[in-house]
């Protein structure tokens, strides 16, 4: 006779939200389970999504493989293209670009990174931009495009990676197609009211406008910022980061095509209080200005939006207004918050969908039973906590590490003190360009640092072990890794070659 587990499986997952965070976790949960749970998600067509980010990061694709996703039918239905990094403009400075690329720079030499011996070329003035010793970087400065080849990992192809941009109303609506199909059951309606136990305080169902119920076991609350449930019913409290993440305000809006070469990476341009994305699509460019209210008027944040259009608006811009900062529990008794309910960090680094992801996956590693068990939850938090405040730092670092002092905003950002999390990585980085892992869970990795630390200007000396080796042998070494990247990334089709071969979408009034 088995015997019985002491902590017995739930029967329903009630998810309230749609948009990208409902209908990933709905596609993922009915992927992986396999029809264990009866899944319910509720959404109103009354409520718009917010979807300020169309940009993804490499680890979007391990979603989509878990998900059964074929990568070129998603590339397709999306409108989407491929992305190898951010080109940051004005960051540092009026004038100054560098880009954030995906993907490994250049190559070791012994223990030893590439980027130490591009800094010591570099301070005696024989290196060119840290640009052209990556293939992400410089594959997307000339608009060229392949997927990486592990089969010959001697070639820089083998370290090619890469992200989407895509529609993500497109994206939405392709999920949502895919979890209906898998058994999961709509609910259109809008939540007026959400009743806990007195018993216990659990979350025992929610009310909606017409008078339905809708109970759960577990309840996720994908209900944006509102946080409806993790907010509203539980009452759990927010942590604001507004002292070291200025911008409060978005406005968004899609533009033309546009006649010029596809790029294979999202542009962020900044402004004097606050930033401005590009993102090319296959059918339109999407376009946003993330601000801070107290340094301009939402007039002029408009007005500058506009005037930095690279092609025509499509419509007008949409505003949005958030809150930097993260709930202090993710998971509370039995409703978990993925998404906006859970936290927003402004989208410069497209981490939006990732956070996402990653509260799916951490739910599922840490799936409950019936008794919800403290220690699950507990576990949950803590990684929740130190994920968002490892992207937070990072975030920061873009703000802090400047030359900008050009207008109040940038002023204020580069005397501001920082977390200490934050400072003690600068000050080792400052020291001999050294980058350590804090743990496993940490999103971005050294060459991610490496590449924003020097691209806004940070100055760091090199590794004092790069004066072991002879100054004739290491300037070879960096003079043929330039070389051999450039090879290789003038040999890559173009971007907008490779998706016509491949993926391109049908226009989109098919």
Request: net charge negative; proline share 5%.
């Amino acid at each position: 006779m088995t015997a019985s587990h002491p902590n017995p499986p739930i029967k329903t997952i009630t998810i309230v939200g749609g948009g990208t965070a409902g209908w990933m976790t709905a596609a993922l949960l009915s992927r992986l389970f396999l029809g264990a749970y009866q899944i319910r998600l509720i959404e109103s067509e009354e409520i718009g999504t917010i979807g300020v980010g169309e940009a993804t990061i490499p680890a979007i694709r391990t979603y989509n493989g878990l998900a059964g996703i074929d990568e070129f039918e998603m590339v397709r239905a999306t409108q989407a293209t491929f992305k190898l990094g951010i080109e940051f403009r004005n960051w540092r400075a009026p004038g100054h670009s560098y880009i954030h690329g995906f993907g490994k720079i250049g190559q070791d030499l012994y223990w030893l990174h590439c980027h130490q011996f591009w800094l010591k070329e570099q301070a005696a003035g024989r290196a060119k931009h840290l640009d052209h010793y990556a293939l992400n970087t410089l594959a997307a400065r000339m608009n060229r495009f392949a997927m990486p080849d592990p089969s010959n990992p001697y070639s820089p192809v083998a370290d090619l990676d890469y992200a989407y941009h895509f529609d993500a109303s497109l994206f939405a609506r392709f999920l949502r197609s895919r979890a209906e199909q898998a058994g999961v059951l709509r609910i259109e309606g809008r939540i007026v009211a959400a009743n806990r136990r007195g018993q216990d305080g659990f979350l025992d169902h929610v009310v909606l406008a017409d008078g339905r119920t809708v109970d759960g076991d577990l309840f996720i609350d994908c209900s944006g910022m509102r946080g409806l449930l993790i907010g509203g019913a539980m009452g759990v409290g927010y942590e604001d980061w507004d002292r070291w993440l200025l911008c409060d305000r978005a406005l968004a809006v899609p533009s033309a095509r546009g006649t010029g070469p596809l790029t294979p990476y999202t542009r962020s341009t900044a402004h004097d209080a606050g930033w401005q994305w590009r993102i090319p699509l296959q059918h339109r460019t999407g376009n946003g200005h993330v601000y801070a209210s107290r340094f301009v008027s939402d007039e002029a944040a408009a007005q500058t939006l506009l005037a930095h259009l690279d092609t025509p608006a499509l419509a007008d811009p949409r505003p949005v207004r958030f809150r930097p900062g993260k709930r202090l529990r993710a998971w509370e008794k039995n409703v978990v918050a993925l998404g906006l309910a859970g936290g927003f960090l402004e989208p410069l680094e497209s981490t939006s969908i990732h956070l996402i992801q990653t509260g799916i996956l951490r739910l599922v590693a840490l799936f409950p039973g019936q008794g919800f068990n403290a220690a699950d939850i507990d576990e949950y938090n803590r990684q929740t906590d130190f994920e968002y405040r490892d992207v937070r730092d990072f975030i920061i670092a873009h703000y802090k590490v400047t030359d900008r002092e050009d207008s109040e905003f940038w002023r204020y950002l580069k005397h501001m003190d920082v977390p200490d999390s934050l400072a003690e990585r600068l000050d080792l980085f400052r020291a001999s360009a050294r980058f350590f892992m804090h743990g496993k869970a940490e999103l971005f990795r050294e060459e991610s640092w490496v590449q924003v630390l020097l691209g806004q200007g940070l100055q760091a000396a090199y590794d004092p072990m790069v004066d072991m080796i002879p100054d004739d042998q290491a300037r070879a070494f960096l003079q043929d890794v330039e070389e051999v990247i450039a090879d290789v990334a003038q040999g890559l089709p173009t971007h907008e070659a490779f998706i016509a071969r491949h993926c391109l979408a049908p226009p989109p009034s098919a």
